[in-house]
Every structure is written in structure tokens, then in C-alpha cells.
């Protein structure tokens, strides 16, 4: 089992060498255009390299039609185009207007987000409340991609499918970021699933252990760092 966050422009600047995680879920952005892009993500995306975070993201849905939601796709797909990720790419559907159209329509929104996405090597999956899943997902969605499942106040989700990451709470307190923050649970090891799988931005022949530098400007100092894709 690994600990992890999930963040987004509303926690703010992130120090992301004071955070001490397993891993972070950083939200990319939301909507059609690749403008809606998260204004707090290349610098998280940044600050999870220099910390050795392993990291993913997540894509905030607002389509109500199957064609909207590949354009949302095609929205995600720019704006985490040449960055890697060791965990994976989530559409997360909680819009009330969504949820509103029922199962048969909303499970043809996520079915296009994330067929899209699996189709440019992609390994993503489904956000969604314990009791939404069941509601609004079919279960071949449930069963087929990576289900993320929140569930506050509880000793595990009230969801009897598989899971491969727990949402438990949105008031949880981690050094390095000002205010509450979600706090999350994986049970699987999906950094070695993906890198093996060659996917979300690794090729099949990378050597999965190879150390990359970076160089970033801070306060006008140049600093020049290893870390781990």
C-alpha cells in the first residue's frame, strides 16, 4: 500500500521538497481547451521531478456528450504531451449536469474520455464517489480501468468492485502545502505496471532506472537536479 495527495491550483504554490508522499495526483485541468490547462500544474509536474514524487493526473469532466468528452480528451492529451507519468491518467466525473443525463449517457462520456486516451498510450482511469460508480458507471467500465474511488469517514470505500486507489479524506494536513489536501491510498504497484507496459510516456526499450537531470531557474539561481522518470 502506498500514501499519497491529490492536488490542484487550489492548494496553491506547492513545496514540494518539504511534501513526504509515495506518490501525487496532480489535477492537469478540465473542460475543452487545452487553455483550461490546471495554472498549478506545470509547476507541480516540476516539483514532483525534483522531489522524486512518482506522479499522475487527473482531468476534470465537464462534456455531456460523448464528442465533447473527446475533445476533453484531446485537451488532456496536449497538455501532458512529452511528460511522463508513473501512475495513472483519471477522468474525473462528478458534475452534477453529468450525472444528471443518467447511467446509459454517462457511461458513453467516459467510455469516449478514456477510450481516447487508451488509444494515444494511455494508461488512465475512472474518478468517481463510491455510490456514483455504481450508479453511473456500467460495469464494464468499472471493470476494464483503473477505478479510483473516494469515500471519506470510513475504514475502507463502501464499493464492492475492484480498486486500485482510495480517496479517504479532503482535509488532511501534509508539510509543504498550506491548507487541507486530499489524502489517498494505492494498493497497486502502478509505477511498475505502467513503465513495464510502456506506457504514459514510457517507451518499452527505456531502461525504467535510467536518471535524468534537470535544470530549472529559482530566484534567479540556476539549479541543476537528478531525478527519476
Known amino acids: 500500500m502506498f500514501d499519497g495527495i491529490d492536488v490542484s491550483q487550489w492548494q496553491g504554490k506547492i513545496n514540494w521538497e518539504r511534501v513526504s508522499v509515495d ?23 516540476i516539483g514532483c521531478r525534483i522531489a522524486g ?3 499522475g493526473a487527473y482531468w476534470f469532466a465537464y462534456a455531456v456528450t460523448p ?7 484531446e485537451a488532456c492529451l496536449e497538455v501532458i504531451r512529452d511528460k511522463k507519468f508513473e501512475y495513472p491518467i483519471y477522468y474525473d466525473v462528478e458534475d452534477q449536469r453529468i450525472l444528471s443525463l ?3 449517457a454517462v457511461s458513453a462520456i467516459i467510455r469516449s474520455f478514456l477510450d481516447t486516451m487508451e488509444k494515444n498510450g494511455y494508461f488512465v482511469g475512472l474518478y ?4 456514483n460508480l455504481i450508479e453511473y458507471a456500467d460495469e464494464d467500465i468499472r471493470a476494464r480501468y483503473a477505478v479510483w474511488v473516494a469515500g ?3 475504514s475502507k470505500p463502501d ?6 486507489m482510495w480517496q479517504y479524506s479532503s482535509t488532511g494536513r501534509i508539510d509543504g502545502i498550506n491548507g487541507d489536501v486530499d489524502l489517498d491510498k494505492a494498493f497497486e504497484n502502478y509505477p511498475e505496471i505502467i ?17 535524468h537531470r534537470l535544470t530549472i531557474l529559482i530566484d534567479n539561481k540556476v539549479i541543476i537536479k537528478n531525478y527519476e522518470f
Open 195 to 211: 513503465r513495464s507496459a510502456g506506457l504514459n510516456g514510457y517507451g518499452k526499450t527505456e531502461n525504467p532506472d535510467c536518471k
Open 159 to 164: 464499493y464492492s468492485g475492484n480498486y486500485g
Open 128 to 131: 468517481m464517489s463510491a455510490d
Open 152 to 154: 471519506y469517514g470510513v
Open 53 to 55: 514524487i512518482p506522479c
Open 102 to 104: 443518467g447511467k446509459t
Open 23 to 45: 506518490f501525487a495526483i496532480i489535477r492537469a485541468g478540465y473542460g475543452r481547451l487545452s487553455s483550461q490547462k490546471d495554472t498549478q500544474f506545470d509547476d507541480n509536474y
Open 67 to 73: 464528442d465533447e468528452a473527446r475533445l476533453e480528451a
